[in-house]
């Protein structure tokens, strides 16, 4: 898994993938907390991530596009599938790769908090909360994303479904909204991310919802595991 | 060291190979022949546990593929048919890369500088594999299959790409490697096969179409022994005199290929070796023979007489009389 980890963080930051990413998201970052800084209160920061919310989920369906299509179609999953080494240790470094990428943007934005805190006193709990509660979501995301990406050799087809998957999921609470009180309300809620992730935003460490994403997480590097595994049998 | 047994592999309804069974001793160079679409890549596929087949079982080292995937593939080194090189990698990352992924546990340094040499790879050795030419990525190809020396080799078409010095280097390398590991190689150039095979497998629509010792093979299907002469006499004189003779099935006229000389192709009955009537019919009539030889079939006719299926049932019952011979 090691080796794969490496390689993967590697070509990230050998094409300009991974710096493009990390840049975008906090130049944006950056102009949010601009404005927060002329609204002159730290409290404002939320908006921030709520507003950014919506950008991280645009940038993970590049992050994670390329991880098994790529290795599809360039044949070089023949080299990792006939290694001696296990699929999910494959499909564990691609994921954890991407996540650190998506996980170093996320870290970069806490520095115009640090700056404000030197002026004022921004509410830490809730900030943190935000990071914690975008890296669960995002790392939720990406198995997402690592999974479709291993269902198709095309990049533009992997990026493209995973966005949609991604405002599906976005919009699940609406969904529920739709038929309010029924069974399928109360299962499309428990499933929907966005109410798991507001336990977070509100600074409130929830452990079932921290669970929540990291079962995600595991579904889906399970499926895509046994995705590579079925290829061999098709 | 390698066992095959009624190895069968379907894509839907497309059967890629039908009840293959074989098997490779330790320290034996094994040429994998076929068509294109024979089923050739799906095989090597299967053995190194990249496919899995739909009915039979491989075992590498006494290890099934399926039951104890990695320590099979750890005794496995795969050059597929197209090299699985990341393009955006040095040869030094890629090489240390798959020294990771496989575990290796040679000193690393020494270990891939060895293997460098060995392919000639030195001399890119800092250089992206995307920017490489054909002949050097089929080479870090081959390199990535030798690390860690493992005791099986298997290599899809390894030479393609290379320029004949190359090709040439790359055989002898294979030859030299075949001392102390197994190898099963695929190609469809027949004189790489025949230069560095022991034996030859021939599979076509995914069967097994033959299995033998690469001289063998070629010399016990060119039953028909059909001489090629060259006289100096009149043409047709000499087609009666020939026509004549006793035990000859059949003569044709080449034409005169000198001046005053004929060619003239004979082909006996099975099992009776007509030159010395030949050099007497000739000697008796004053017509200086000068030349004579053999049309042994090559194994390139072998292989287009079994692939293109007329004459299938003929050879391969001459097949099955050559193995008893054996």
Redesign the interface.
């Known amino acids: 898994m090691?080796?794969?980890l490496?390689?993967e963080l590697?070509?990230y930051f050998?094409?300009p993938i991974g710096y493009v990413c990390i840049a975008v998201l906090l130049a944006l970052f950056g102009l949010l907390y601009l404005n927060v800084m002329y609204s002159g209160s730290s409290s404002y920061i939320y908006m921030v991530y709520s507003s950014m919310f919506t950008f991280c989920m645009m940038v993970i369906p590049i992050l994670t596009m390329k991880s098994m299509s790529d290795e599809q179609r360039?044949?070089?999953?023949?080299?990792?599938?006939?290694?001696?080494?296990?699929v999910t240790s494959i499909v564990l470094g691609k994921f954890f790769a991407a996540f650190i990428v998506y996980a170093i943007a996320m870290t970069g934005s806490l520095l115009p908090c640090v700056a404000i805190s030197l002026f004022g006193s921004p509410s830490w709990g809730e900030v943190f909360g935000y990071y914690l509660g975008s890296l669960f979501y995002g790392a939720a995301m990406i198995a997402i994303g690592v999974f479709i990406s291993s269902l198709t050799v095309s990049q533009v087809i992997a990026a493209i479904a995973t966005f949609a998957v991604s405002i599906f999921i976005l919009m699940m609470g609406q969904i529920s909204s739709l038929a309010s009180g029924t069974f399928i309300a109360q299962v499309v809620d428990w499933l929907a991310f966005d109410s798991r992730y507001s336990y977070f935003t509100q600074g409130i460490f929830n452990i079932s919802s921290a669970v929540f994403f990291l079962s995600v997480v595991a579904i889906f590097v399970f499926l895509t595991a046994r995705r590579l595994e079925s290829k061999?049998?098709? | 060291m390698i066992e095959v047994k009624n190895l069968t592999k379907r894509?839907g309804t497309n059967l890629a190979l039908d009840n293959v069974s074989f098997s490779v001793e330790e320290g034996k160079i094994l040429g994998f022949l076929g068509p294109n679409g024979a089923g050739k890549s799906t095989a090597m596929?299967i053995i190194?546990?990249?496919?899995?087949s739909t009915e039979g079982t491989v075992t590498v080292g006494g290890y099934d593929i399926l039951e104890n995937?990695?320590?099979a593939?750890?005794l496995?080194g795969?050059l597929?048919e197209?090299p699985?090189?990341?393009?955006?990698?040095t040869v030094k990352?890629y090489l240390n890369?798959?020294y990771?992924?496989?575990?290796v546990t040679l000193p690393r340094e020494q270990h891939i500088q060895e293997i460098c040499r060995l392919v000639k790879i030195h001399n890119v050795y800092k250089r992206l594999i995307g920017n490489l030419s054909k002949g050097y990525k089929q080479r870090v190809g081959i390199a990535?299959a030798l690390l860690g020396n493992p005791p099986v080799l298997i290599l899809d078409e390894p030479t393609v790409g290379l320029d004949p010095k190359q090709i040439i280097e790359i055989r002898k390398l294979i030859k030299d490697l075949g001392r102390n590991h197994t190898v099963i190689l695929s190609s469809h150039i027949l004189p790489e096969v025949q230069a560095v095979c022991e034996r030859i497998i021939i599979i076509n629509n995914g069967k097994l179409v033959a299995d033998g010792a690469t001289d063998r093979l070629a010399h016990d299907l060119s039953a028909e022994h059909r001489l090629i002469i060259r006289v100096d006499g009149p043409e047709n004189e000499v087609l009666h005199a020939l026509t004549a003779l006793d035990h000859v099935k059949e003569v044709l006229s080449h034409g005169e290929k000198e001046k005053g000389v004929y060619e003239f192709s004979v082909e006996a009955e099975l099992d009776y070796d007509i030159r010395r009537d030949l050099f007497a019919l000739f000697a008796r009539k004053g017509w200086p023979l000068l030349a004579m030889r053999n049309t042994d079939l090559t194994l390139e006719d072998v292989f287009l007489q079994l692939t293109s299926g007329a004459d299938h049932a003929k050879i391969s019952s001459k097949m099955k009389k050559g193995a008893e011979k054996e």
């Open positions: 090691k080796a794969i490496r390689r590697k070509s050998s094409s360039n044949k070089t999953d023949q080299a990792l599938l006939t290694a001696p080494i296990s061999r049998w098709s | 894509y596929n190194t546990g990249y496919l899995s995937p990695n320590e593939k750890k496995i795969y597929p197209i699985p090189l990341y393009m955006d990698m990352e890369f798959m990771d992924l496989k575990k990535q």
